[in-house]
């Protein structure tokens, strides 16, 4: 495409270069590829919120709506020191494809907000997500963009957002669903928080299904074990897998018996990382990419497959527990070397839709149970999981490919169904 350069930043390069491909695939005309390339609306505010000590801090946050033809703009809050605009934007397609994927009626959307909350107080942190929340609240409502818990930011948080909200309207609740991710108490659903993780499991059995392969016994090696990592090992282990090793900001470690997830979860939540773990033996962190497993679960941040360590890779199967964990160079190598891929927009796809089973949920002012939501979500999961193996399989191309394919083919149908009034 002439007009559509691949923007060489990280996941944004990442969003670029796969939705150009699939365009080239289903040979998209040029607008309607910029289209689908643009986000509809790129917003940056500062905000400069008072802070505990009394001091004012100065902090760059961002939204961003990059399609609504399926319905309104779905997608987490990342509160991390260094994102940006652009990883953001990327993050915000990559939303597009995962709610038209997973079938849920919401278009792709994404916030950033460029602050460490590690170095935060639990109040400043309140007053942050407040501040963002008020200057951002027209960009935020059922009809235009619903946010959700992402790195850096937790049911807490999207409880604070939905305060600020209804205090700002002067009604105890909101009239509709504005944010999703909230404690269960404030509407939220039961069982969004391991969502993700569960739901990373849960795509893993289908693939083995498909494979001929028992999870049980299989080794498995998991990058970051926040929110998503730490509920997947979890729910791997439980499914007779043994992790082997581990790896996240603090350090990398591997102890080839098996290390024991609930343990080590409880450490982390001590002491806030894997390093100094005394179950498992330490090694350094570019070693671990290569550790021998049958399974790697990247679920940390985006661009670690580079195509510097992808060759290195022993695992037969790669479930992408992260957003864009694979640069396009990298994806290249694994395809070459038949490494079965589970792409993060289906992977990963589990949250949302049970944010979806949320947003429902309050609108209908009905509750759901745990057993119903787990049913709904481990039934989604496989199917979708069939649908795109089976696309993957008819069409002999990789499960990504298969998966944006049918993805941008969904939006592009809605697109032409609304019509192309001005
Ligand atoms: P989190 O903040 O709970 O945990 C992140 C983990 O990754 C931590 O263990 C951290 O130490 C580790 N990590 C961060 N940078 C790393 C690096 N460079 N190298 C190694 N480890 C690193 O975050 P989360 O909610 O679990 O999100 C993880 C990924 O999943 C992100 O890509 C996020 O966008 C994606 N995701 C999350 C959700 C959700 O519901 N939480 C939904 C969809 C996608």
Redesign the pocket.
């Known amino acids: 495409m002439k007009n559509t350069k691949v923007i060489k930043t990280g996941i944004l390069q990442t969003a670029s270069s796969n939705l150009l491909e699939t365009a080239a695939r289903l040979k998209l005309d040029e607008t309607l590829t910029r289209k689908l390339h643009d986000p509809i609306e790129r917003i940056e505010m500062t905000i400069n919120p008072v802070l505990e000590n009394g001091k004012m801090v100065h902090i760059k946050t961002f939204i961003v709506r990059h399609n609504d033809a399926l319905g309104p703009s779905k997608g987490?809050i990342?509160m991390t020191e260094n994102v940006t605009i652009d990883d953001i934007t990327g993050?915000s397609m990559e939303m597009t494809w995962k709610c038209a994927l997973i079938g849920v009626p919401f278009g792709g959307g994404k916030s950033g907000i460029a602050c460490d909350p590690a170095k935060l107080s639990a109040v400043d942190k309140e007053i942050i997500i407040r501040s963002f929340t008020r200057n951002g609240r027209r960009h935020i409502g059922p009809e235009v963009y619903i946010p959700?818990?992402?790195?850096?930011t937790?049911q807490f948080d999207m409880g604070h957002i939905r305060d600020c909200i209804s205090y700002s309207e002067g009604i105890s609740i909101t009239k509709g669903c504005y944010v999703t991710?909230k404690p269960v108490i404030l509407g939220g659903i039961v069982g969004r928080?391991e969502?993700?993780?569960k739901g990373v499991v849960f795509a893993l059995k289908a693939a083995c299904e498909k494979r001929g392969m028992s999870l049980q016994g299989v080794k498995v090696i998991v990058?970051?074990?926040?929110?998503?990592?730490?509920i997947a090992a979890r729910e791997i282990v439980k499914e007779g897998a043994i992790v082997v090793a581990v790896?996240?900001?603090?350090g990398a470690l591997y102890n080839n018996d098996g290390i024991n997830i609930p343990e080590l979860l409880d450490f982390?939540a001590q002491k806030g990382?894997?390093k100094g773990y005394p179950g498992a033996k330490p090694m350094p962190?570019e070693k671990f990419f290569s550790y021998a497993c049958d399974i790697l679960i990247p679920?940390?941040?985006?661009s670690?497959i580079t195509a510097e360590n992808a060759g290195g890779i022993k695992a037969k199967i790669i479930a992408e527990?992260?957003?864009?964990?694979t640069t396009p160079e990298a994806d290249k190598i694994l395809n070459r070397r038949n490494i079965f891929v589970i792409p993060?927009i289906l992977c990963?796809a589990g949250?949302?839709f049970v944010s979806y089973l949320e947003y429902t949920q309050e609108t209908q002012r009905e509750q759901m149970t745990l057993e119903e939501v787990e049913k709904r979500l481990a039934d989604r999961m496989r199917d979708k999981f069939n649908e795109v193996y089976d696309y993957s399989m008819k069409k002999k191309i990789p499960m990504r490919h298969a998966a944006m394919d049918i993805a941008v083919n969904k939006v592009v149908e809605a697109i032409r169904i609304r019509g192309f009034l001005p």
């Open positions: 987490g990342r993050l959700a818990p992402d790195m850096g937790n991710g928080t969502a993700t993780g990058q970051g074990l926040g929110n998503v990592g730490g790896e996240d900001i603090t982390i990382g894997v962190r679920a940390a941040a985006g670690q527990g992260a957003n864009a964990p993060d990963i949250g949302v």
